[in-house]
């Protein structure tokens, strides 16, 4: 607590309009518990930081990490989204992110960076907390590898989208411990292994009681996704086969319920950010689904129109795949048994397509009092994802035999209602198997960062404006600013 309280009386910077926060106090530490308020440690769980833990799960969705911003860096500067909404909403967005104009200045960047960080400093706290107590019991390890776990994911993020940033351990007890230089992306992916190592030691492969904590299962899947980034693709293999041998997950057999209430924390949930509405209308989400709702009038207002699908994307769908049914939202049509009806027409709508994964069923919207989608939680890791990451890295590396990568491919595209992949090569299946990912996470933060890792970004984004500089975004100007110069902007917008 004494953490936030500083940074937010001093303003050091990272941060444009931090409130105070009170991990013990706050009053939706993640869903699923009595909403409101928690009594004691004892109903939480174990562990002398479990109120703060679950703090650090709120900041997850309260903080800009949960927000639409998620969406403008991930899938607005891809081939498959545009901005979407009105031409002069959020204009200067949409030059920033879908046109390529990238800007130091940009206060989506602002918010992304320093809502990162937030979230690392009250990792921090609770990590250094146990350290400082010598606190061994099961609880405290536990609590422990939960924020590690979440730091991990923070510090992926970040050197993701900015490259070299600076790696922060310290709890922040005067303003020069909330900076530092910035470490090379070597380093802060052996950082990132270090508490992923940590936390799939000590994290449970599931919880009974408290859905959406962090698990062992989680740990393992994005240590995997970071050695598919490092195109380490033995070790990617194994850590996958090993979240898959594990039996705990499975693919939704329902697309539709996958992207509705019912398919939160379901069986294909590997981490998601956690929102809800209850029955009696309360409600603890982000703005991150709404933003992407349908932007119309009347039944039609259900959010603010953005991350819309490109006509590309409409194409690049094979005749009968199930998802591109349950991607495209088209205007003008029905809505495909969601129980809306047909979409005004475009025009005068906005857009001619909408991103189905944001919409919901009317029976639910009626019976909740709410238009707009508040309830779905964010899909950070699925199991898709996973068995396709396998998939690659099998590929990549001979880890698997071309049977075994066959098999994998096509569990996805089992469930896509099509037929098993005719690839036969090497060459084949690595064309294959981009196109899965394609049409698998449409929409959904995967395809930009994809892209770019497998150097396929100029050729494709090109038209677009990208050229290889934006890989990476520029450090946000308030930060080095604020850091009196100890970070320093990444190289090419010097």
């Known amino acids: 607590m004494k953490t936030i309280k500083l940074i937010e009386k001093l303003k050091i910077g990272f941060f444009s309009a931090l409130l105070i926060i009170n991990f013990s106090c706050q ?45 403008w860096f991930g899938s607005i500067r891809s081939d498959d989204a545009q901005k979407g909404s009105t031409d002069g909403d959020s204009a200067a967005n949409g030059t ?44 405290s390890l536990i609590n422990d590898a939960e924020a590690r776990v979440v730091r991990a994911l923070m510090y992926f993020e970040l050197r993701r989208d900015y490259g070299e940033v600076p790696i922060i351990t310290a709890t922040i007890d005067v303003p020069s411990d909330a900076f530092a230089t910035k470490s090379a992306v070597a380093d802060i992916d052996n950082f990132i292994k270090e508490d992923l190592a940590i936390a799939e030691l000590n994290l449970p492969p599931t919880w009974t009681g408290f859905p959406g904590r962090a698990t062992s299962g989680f740990a393992k899947s994005l240590l995997a996704k970071l050695y598919l980034y490092q195109k380490d693709w033995t070790n990617a293999y194994n850590k996958c086969m090993e979240v898959i041998d594990s039996n705990v997950y499975d693919l939704d057999p329902s697309l539709v319920n996958l992207f509705e209430r019912g398919g939160n924390n379901g069986v294909e949930s590997i981490f998601e950010i956690q929102q809800t509405v209850t029955e009696n209308g309360d409600q603890y989400n982000s703005n991150y689904y709404v933003s992407q709702g349908v932007r119309g009038t009347g039944d039609w207002n259900l959010g603010w129109g953005f991350n819309t699908p490109t006509q590309t994307l409409v194409d690049a769908f094979e005749a009968g795949d ?39 069923m009317k029976s639910i919207r009626t019976s909740l009092g709410v238009a707009g989608n508040r309830w779905e939680n964010i899909k950070i890791i699925r199991y898709a994802d996973v068995i396709l990451m396998a998939a690659e890295a099998g590929n990549e590396s001979g880890a698997a035999s071309q049977d075994e990568v066959i098999s994998l491919v096509n569990k996805i595209r089992t469930r896509a209602g099509l037929v098993g992949t005719t690839a036969d090569s090497q060459s084949e299946l690595r064309d294959a198997i981009k196109q899965e990912r394609r049409a698998e996470f449409a929409l959904e933060e995967y395809r930009f960062y994809d892209l770019v890792r497998w150097g396929d970004a100029t050729t494709v984004l090109s038209s677009l404006g990208y050229l290889p500089k934006h890989a990476l975004y520029p450090i946000p100007q308030e930060a080095i600013d604020n850091s009196g110069g100890i970070i320093i902007q990444n190289p090419d917008y010097n």
């Open 96 to 139: 920033a992110f879908n046109d390529f104009q990238y800007i130091a200045t940009n206060g989506l960047s602002n918010s992304w960076w320093n809502a990162h960080y937030e979230v690392i400093f009250a990792c921090n706290e609770v990590i250094n907390n146990i350290k400082d107590d010598g606190a061994t019991d099961a609880g």
């Open 322 to 360: 199930f998802r591109k049914t349950n991607t495209i939202l088209e205007s003008g049509q029905d809505d495909g048994g969601f129980g809306g009806g047909t979409l005004p027409a475009f025009p005068p709508a906005a857009q001619k397509y909408w991103n189905k994964k944001a919409y919901t």
């Open 27 to 71: 009053d939706d530490f993640l869903d699923r518990l009595p909403l409101g308020e928690v009594a004691n440690n004892e109903e939480l769980g174990v562990g002398g930081q479990e109120a703060a833990v679950f703090g650090i799960y709120s900041l997850l969705r309260t903080r800009s990490v949960g927000g639409w911003e998620r969406y």
